[in-house]
C-alpha cells in the first residue's frame, strides 16, 4: 500500500500538497510543528484542514530549538510590508527575504522523516516551492535532493521520498492544479498564509502579497477572502 506524510503549515502551499497526496496515495497522514512561530492561527488552520480532509495529524512540539532573527519568530523584529507584486520583486531581487528561519526545513523533515518511519511510511511530501521570490535556499530543488539523500544515508537504505508537487510551479500554477482536486478550493478558504498572524489577512507581508498575486493571475477569487467577506 502506498503511504505518505505531508508536511502541513495550515499554509496554502502544503494544503494543496496535502489534497494532492489524497489522489496519489492510498493511505495519508499529515504532522505540523509549534517551533516557536508568534501566531497560533495557522497550526489551528492545520488542524481544521486535516479535519477537513478526514486525515490523521500529528502536531510536535518544538518551540525553543529553531533560533533566528526571522519576525516569524523573533519579537524583536518587524516584517516587511509590501504595496504590490512588483514592488515586492524589486525590493527583495537576489537576497533571501527576512522572514527566513535558517535550518527550519532541514529540521523539519528530519524529525517528518522519523515519525514517518514509525508508520512505515517512506515518503514525505512537502510544499517548499524554488519559484516563490524570498530566495529560501531551504526551498529549492538542489537542498530537497541532499536531504533525500542525507535521510537515505542515515538509515541506510535508498527508498526513502521527498516529494515536492509545487516546487518548479509558479502560485498561478500550483492554484490551477488547486482547481482540480476534489475538496482543495474549500480547504483553501480555510488556509493561513499572513506573517502577521491576522484574520482577515493583513495583505501587505510577502505571503499575503504573494498569495494574492498567484490568484489574480489565476483569475480566481480567493477562498479565504470569499470566506473573510462574509464573516
Known sequence: MS????????????????????????????????????????????????????????????????????????????????????????????????????????????????????????????????QDNANYPDCRKTFIASQENTINFALGIYDFKIETPLMLLSKKDSIMLATKIKGCMDALAYSHTCYAGVYPSCGKCHACVLRAQGFKEAGIEDPLIVRSKNV
Not at 73 to 81: A, I, V
Open 3 to 130: 503511504k505518505a506524510m505531508v508536511v502541513l503549515s495550515g499554509g496554502q502551499d502544503s494544503t494543496i500538497c496535502l489534497y494532492w497526496a489524497l489522489i496519489n496515495y492510498k493511505e495519508v497522514k499529515a504532522i505540523s510543528f509549534n517551533y516557536g512561530q508568534k501566531h497560533n492561527i495557522e497550526l489551528d488552520s492545520a488542524k481544521k484542514i486535516a479535519k477537513m480532509a478526514n486525515v490523521e495529524h500529528t502536531i510536535i512540539n518544538v518551540p525553543d530549538i529553531l533560533k533566528s532573527r526571522s519576525p516569524l519568530t523573533n519579537k524583536n523584529e518587524q516584517l516587511e510590508e509590501y504595496k504590490n507584486y512588483e514592488q515586492m520583486d524589486k525590493i527583495i531581487g537576489d537576497r533571501v527575504e527576512l522572514t527566513f528561519v535558517p535550518m527550519r526545513n532541514a529540521f523539519f523533515l528530519t524529525l517528518s522523516a522519523n515519525i514517518a518511519l514509525s508508520y512505515d511510511i517512506k515518503t514525505l511530501v512537502t510544499g517548499v516551492c524554488q
